[in-house]
């Protein structure tokens, strides 16, 4: 990827959590994939699942052995974005840091770019 910038960075923690997450799963998995959808007041939401398989277009991003897909409608919306897993007493899950936002919606759900 000469001068292309890395699609997706991956926090430790996330990586971590990607671990614990496909080895509790009960069948074969390619990976984890990354997607953004028309959801929320400010336009997109990520979105997370299981990959069976990787599809024909998904860019891979290799994290110590883990598979990132990305969905490639999301590609252009998360370019640069760094994936981080957060832990409080009151909440936990993945936060995306994403250079190309220029806004998000009051209760941080959704963005646009």
């Known amino acids: 990827m000469s ?14 959590r990607i671990k614990a997450l496909i080895a509790s799963r009960d069948k074969p ?3 984890i994939r990354v997607g ?8 997109m939401s990520y979105t997370l699942e299981f990959a069976d398989e990787k599809a024909a277009f998904d860019e891979a991003v290799d994290i110590g052995g883990i598979n990132i897909l990305i969905d490639p409608k999301a590609a252009m919306f998360i370019i640069g974005t760094e994936m ?10 993945f ?3 994403n ?4 806004g998000r919606c009051g209760c941080g759900e959704s963005f646009h770019v």
Request: proline share 10%.
């Open 29 to 31: 998995t390619a990976g």
């Open 84 to 93: 981080d897993y957060v832990e409080s007493k009151l909440e936990s899950g």
């Open 95 to 97: 936060v995306f840091r």
């Open 3 to 16: 001068g292309r910038p890395q699609p997706l960075n991956v926090t430790p923690a996330a990586a971590e």
């Open 36 to 43: 953004v959808r028309n959801r929320g007041c400010s336009g």
């Open 99 to 102: 250079p190309n936002e220029k």
